[in-house]
């Protein structure tokens, strides 16, 4: 596929079924900001800054941890990026695709990038939790986060590729999604312009796969290190940990700032919770605290009370050895989260002084 200029809207590109070229993207923009709702707003702010003669544009990231980033990043880039979406699903022009993403963020940029240069038919909804998809509408290509992905369940059908990113699939939520082909999960994040690879959702997850162009190594410390020289020249660095299969294939462990040194063996709280979320009906994340014994022990922080988990459902936990076993629990009242889901684990961990 050749490389669209990031200036170009595609002829065929419909905004919720209706043809746009600039200057009526510019009129919708103008529209979004003075009338709209505030995501609209959001979308409108976005579509003007992309209609601008600059050749860069300004993107935040979620800020899963500390506080989230602003960073300036190339709209040909962008575009470069999308191709590459667009060419791993072999999405014709004209295909349908929703956005039911916040556009203040890069995965809700990404759509509106994707349709409005490679001429497919967007329509948008509310960014809800619980988004109101047209009834009896298919379409091709859709993004979502976990929760959104949950209430779609009943009418999944209606969706031939589905992306799901931002957090974590629950257990629950894979079991029932592997009966779905077409859902794919995705890693990547701000600064890789949206995913950078894929994996169909399957029971265990299976490694991801990188899109064109784009080799991935791990560092001495075992983190994931990407080239992906449309987006940038230079070695993308990640706190991810990683068990790479060859340059195109890896496996993700969980965040290196996650990781607990427990008598000598590192844990990794992110494998450790996939074995417990069968078996904790509570929101929860695995973290860790100072051990005499060990260095460091993993805890278990669920978002509830006593009474509605105990702490003696802790000896109830199986599937792990000593080391995993978690050896206290503590309760949250309420979990921050990203707009995307991700618990904000290092907040709560500050705040019970772990």
């Known amino acids: 596929m050749n490389i669209p200029d990031f200036r170009k809207v595609h002829n065929r590109f ?14 919708v923009g103008y529209s979004y900001i003075k009338e709209g709702e505030a995501f609209e ?12 003669e600059r050749e860069v544009i300004t993107v935040t990231s979620s800020g899963t941890t500390g506080g ?24 014709p022009i004209g295909a349908k695709a929703l956005l039911c993403l916040p556009v203040d963020f890069i995965a809700g940029k990404m759509m509106l990038v994707r349709a409005l240069v490679l001429g497919l038919e967007l329509d948008i909804i509310p960014p809800r939790l619980n988004p109101e998809v047209p009834a009896d509408t298919r379409y091709d290509f859709v993004a979502m986060i976990p929760q959104q992905a949950a209430h779609c369940l009943p009418f999944i059908h209606r969706f031939k590729t589905l992306l799901i990113g931002g ?5 629950k939520l894979r079991h029932v999604l592997v009966k779905h082909p077409g859902c794919y999960e995705t890693y990547g ?13 399957s029971d265990p997850p299976a490694p991801f796969k990188t899109l064109e162009g784009i ?8 983190c994931l290190n990407i080239s992906a020289p449309h987006i940038t020249d230079e070695l993308i660095k990640t706190n991810d940990l990683v068990n790479c299969l060859d340059e195109q294939t890896f496996y993700f462990l969980g965040r290196k700032d996650h990781v607990i040194n427990s008598g000598g063996r590192k844990l990794f709280p992110e494998q450790i919770e996939r074995i417990l979320a069968e078996q904790i009906h509570l929101p929860f994340f695995l973290t860790k605290q100072k051990d005499t014994t060990f260095g460091e022990a993993p805890v278990l922080i669920i978002e509830g009370t006593e009474k509605e988990w105990p702490p ?8 792990l050895d000593k080391y995993e076993h978690p050896k206290a629990v503590f309760y949250f009242t309420q979990f921050d989260r990203t707009s995307s889901g991700k618990i904000k684990r290092d907040e709560i961990r500050r705040a019970l002084n772990l």
């Open 215 to 222: 080799r991935v190594s791990q560092s001495e410390e075992g």
């Open 68 to 91: 989230p980033k602003v960073l300036e990043v190339s709209k040909q880039a962008m575009v470069n990026s999308a191709v590459r979406t667009v060419e791993f699903f072999n999405l």
């Open 14 to 27: 419909k905004l919720d079924g209706v043809s746009c070229n600039r200057e009526d993207l510019k009129d």
């Open 41 to 52: 707003q959001s979308i409108g702010i976005f579509l003007l800054d992309w209609l601008d």
């Open 167 to 171: 957090a974590a699939i629950p257990q």
């Open 189 to 201: 994040m701000t600064e890789t312009l949206t995913h950078i690879a894929l994996a169909p959702v």
């Open 312 to 319: 003696q459902s802790l000896d109830n936990l199986h599937g």
